[in-house]
Nanobody, 115 residues
Framework: QVQLVESGGGLVQAGGSLRLPCIASKTTFTIIVMGWYRQAPGKQRELVAAITHGRSANYADSVKGRFTISRDNAKNTVYLQMNNLKHEDTAVYYC?????????WGQGTQVTVSS
């Protein structure tokens, strides 16, 4: 059973930045395509960024140019650097596999952007 632990969320003003780390307990983390997801109140969970083991990244149009996903395979950690945050980025953020069967979801980390 893989455990995912997200952190780094908080309350930030519009235009601010946050960096979210997610630690995975999976020992084969290095070969997994990882993603950051978010779920806003009343909305479905959506994938906002994904990164391959080779560090090739893709982004949802809504965050392109503002968010950067990265990973440290030695630490089984994937990061989401969020810049120029907007009110509509307010959500609970989760990490998980971006392809194949997903692992159990972690608690997520709340990001609240005040306008």
């Amino acid at each position: 059973q893989v455990q995912l632990v997200e952190s780094g969320g908080g309350l930030v003003q519009a235009g601010g930045s946050l960096r979210l780390p997610c630690i995975a307990s999976k020992t084969t983390f290095t070969i997994i395509v990882m993603g950051w997801y978010r779920q806003a109140p009343g909305k479905q969970r959506e994938l906002v960024a994904a990164i391959t083991h080779g560090r090739s990244a893709n982004y949802a149009d809504s965050v392109k140019g503002r968010f950067t996903i990265s990973r440290d395979n030695a630490k089984n950690t994937v990061y989401l650097q969020m810049n120029n945050l907007k009110h509509e980025d307010t959500a609970v953020y989760y990490c998980n596999r971006a392809n194949g069967p997903q692992w159990s979801w972690g608690q997520g980390t709340q990001v609240t952007v005040s306008s």
